[in-house]
């Protein structure tokens, strides 16, 4: 905030005839006419101006009065946000110890008398900020990407049996039921289906690897629901691998997924919640949104129901990463092979969360989409000839609630399949022909 002396100046014979904003720029012209392009980022007054917009219409006023001060003043004021540009809130003091930290570099490395260049000044703040921020902006300009989370797990594509809950110590619990869930209080107790607790205090000195998290695998067949620490619901689909932390701790909530959940995400302006799903992240404050990361699939889907969510590409050059910024009703979508990421219109949420109901809802799918799908629910895997074709797009409503067996009848109807069951196997082997209409 900038306080103004209300005492007359020497070249002012009386300041009680003038205006407010004519006292404010004879306040400032005593102040700021002489003050040199470092003087100007050394103050704080000026500083909140370019951070906050304090006092904007009286600096406007002043500059525009002082065209010799305007272009110190518009230099400055680029360093400054410049050094606000790292992807941290910096207040007036961070602004302040950063220039001291620039300004001495300078000093200890400059020949004598040499005048520093704008450009220069810009190469030695980029610099700094590379070291004093851990990579905020040598991230972004470099591509110094941090290594990817490893699952200690096993795929769960290749697994059967339970779901099953590998603590960052090690320690595996069986989650037994079809169905699974989980929840993490703020005192570090661990809750598993409703009837068993335990207390994870004290167990983080167990750990041996920095960075571990605790995950979730979901085998083929299953799902599982938790509830993290923060209050953040997540609910996981068959085949998916979940990592997160016992407590979030800093700035950023963070987890990594690998296959399918749904989340509903506690609100929390300060501490963004931050998904790793493969190529891409998806930031958010609080929202609701479904996100779709198979390994085996060639896209990565991320469906919003409410809020808003940042789906940005991983890997790359910083100036060069796509970012999508997704509303309610859209679905952004990330292409793997093509390196490409789009927004559409979806009006029917419905389609991409029925499966937390327990339903598989489909609009326009292809025959092949919806055995992939099918095979993650029930567990099973799809036969066809090699020469199988469906050139239809089914849409429709399944209760995945439903044995195999009626499923597979109910889709048979829609898509004009003949198949049959062999245990774990589902053959199916030519597609029906329509009935000719009768005249």
């Known amino acids: 905030m900038i306080f103004f002396e209300i005492s007359c100046p020497q070249n002012v014979p009386s300041c009680l005839s003038l205006s407010s904003n004519e006292l404010i720029i004879v306040v400032l012209n005593n102040k700021y006419l002489k003050y040199s392009f470092e003087e100007l980022l050394d103050d704080r007054d000026f500083i909140s101006w370019v951070l906050h917009g304090t006092r904007q219409k009286d600096w406007e006023a002043f500059l525009n009065e002082n065209h010799d001060l305007r272009g110190r003043a518009l230099k400055a004021k680029k360093i400054i946000s410049l050094l606000k540009d790292t992807g941290e809130e910096l207040t007036e003091e961070n602004i302040l110890d950063l220039w001291h930290h620039i300004d001495r570099f300078d000093n200890q490395h400059r020949p004598a008398g040499r005048v ?42 290749k697994t059967g049996g339970d779901a099953r809950l590998v603590l960052s110590t090690g320690d595996e619990i069986s989650l037994k039921k079809d169905n699974s869930s989980i929840a993490l209080t ?65 700035k950023k909530r963070e987890v990594v997924l690998e296959g399918e959940a749904y989340f509903e995400v506690a609100k929390s302006s300060e501490r963004p919640f931050l998904v790793n799903a493969g190529e891409v992240s998806v930031r958010v404050l609080g929202t609701r949104f479904n996100l779709s990361a198979y390994p085996t699939d060639g896209v ?137 209409m009768k005249n």
């Open 300 to 436: 990565i889907e991320a469906m919003l129901v409410e809020g808003s969510v940042a789906m940005t590409e991983k890997s790359g050059p910083g100036f060069s990463r796509k970012e999508v910024v997704i509303i309610p009703n859209q679905l952004g979508s990330f292409n793997r092979t093509e390196k490409s990421m789009v927004v559409r219109n979806e009006p029917d949420t419905d389609i991409y969360i029925a499966w937390t109901e327990g339903w598989f809802q489909f609009s326009k799918e292809d025959l092949f989409t919806v055995f992939k799908k099918l095979e993650r629910f029930y567990d099973v895997k799809f036969v066809y000839p090699s020469d199988f074709n469906s050139p239809d797009l089914i849409s429709g409503k399944l209760d995945l609630k439903d044995t195999p067996e009626q499923v597979m009848r109910a889709l048979a109807d829609v898509a004009r399949i003949e198949y049959r069951i062999e245990n774990n196997y589902i053959r199916v082997t030519k597609t029906m022909k329509p009935l000719p």
């Open 186 to 250: 703020a005192d570090e107790q661990l809750r598993i289906n409703n009837d068993s607790v335990i207390d994870l205090r004290g167990k983080a000195a167990g750990i041996t690897e920095p960075g571990r998290m605790n995950e979730v695998i979901v085998p083929f067949g299953k799902k599982s629901q938790l509830v993290l620490e923060d209050g953040t619901k997540v609910w996981l689909n068959a085949g998916s691998r979940f990592a997160f932390p016992t407590r979030f701790t800093g």
């Open 116 to 157: 520093i260049r704008l450009r220069t000044l810009f190469r030695v703040a980029a610099v700094f900020l590379l070291v004093t921020t851990l990579g905020a902006v040598g991230y972004f300009y470099l591509s110094v990407q941090p290594q990817p989370y490893e699952f200690v797990s096993d795929d769960p594509g």
